[in-house]
C-alpha cells in the first residue's frame, strides 16, 4: 500500500485539526503537516515534501492562490486541492489558474475527501457539486450550490 502524505493549511485551527484527526482513520494517509497560512505552508512543503496539500484560499499573510501557485512553482510534483467553502467562479478560477488539481468545498463528507485525496495523489484532476455539472467561467463570480455528491474527473 502506498502512503500518501497530506498537509494541511487552513487558518482555523478546528478545521485543521478536524481534517487531521479524520485523515489518520486512513491507513494510507499521513499527515505529515499542517499551516495556518501560506508562508508556513511553503515551509512545511519544503521540510515534508508531500503528496498532496489540502489549501484553504482566504488566509492571513498569503492567501491560498498565492501559496498554491509558489508551490507548484518550487514543488512540482506536489499536487494541490483548494478546500473551501467559496463556491465562486472567480475563486475556483483563481484556484485552478494557479496550479490546483483540484477544487473542493468544506461540506464535503470524510470518505469524499479521502476518494479526492488519492485522485489527487494520482494526478487525476478532480471537483465535487455544482462544479461537476457546468463549465468554469473566470468572467464571472455567480456562485452555486456548495453540496457536493462525488468526486469525479473534470
Not at 511553503?42 to 489549501?55: G, R
Not at 456548495?146 to 468526486?151: E, F, I, N, P, V
Amino acid at each position: 500500500m502506498n502512503i500518501i502524505r497530506i498537509v494541511i493549511v487552513d487558518d482555523y485551527d478546528v478545521v485543521r485539526r478536524g481534517l487531521d484527526m479524520c485523515l489518520r482513520a486512513f491507513p494510507d494517509f499521513d499527515v505529515v503537516g499542517q499551516a495556518a497560512d501560506g508562508i508556513s505552508a511553503l515551509q512545511i512543503c519544503q521540510e515534508t515534501l508531500p503528496d498532496v496539500v489540502l489549501m484553504d484560499i482566504y488566509m492571513p499573510d498569503m492567501d491560498g492562490v498565492m501559496a498554491t501557485r509558489l508551490i507548484r512553482a518550487q514543488f512540482p510534483e506536489v499536487k494541490v486541492v483548494a478546500i473551501t467553502s467559496s463556491s465562486s467562479r472567480a475563486d475556483v478560477q483563481s484556484m485552478l489558474n494557479a496550479g490546483a488539481i483540484g477544487y473542493i468545498f468544506k461540506d464535503v463528507d470524510i470518505d469524499q475527501l479521502a476518494d479526492v485525496i488519492r485522485l489527487a495523489a494520482s494526478g487525476r484532476p478532480l471537483a465535487t457539486g455544482w462544479l461537476m455539472q457546468s463549465p468554469i467561467d473566470p468572467s464571472t463570480s455567480e456562485t452555486g450550490s456548495t453540496s457536493g455528491d462525488a468526486a469525479a474527473e473534470t
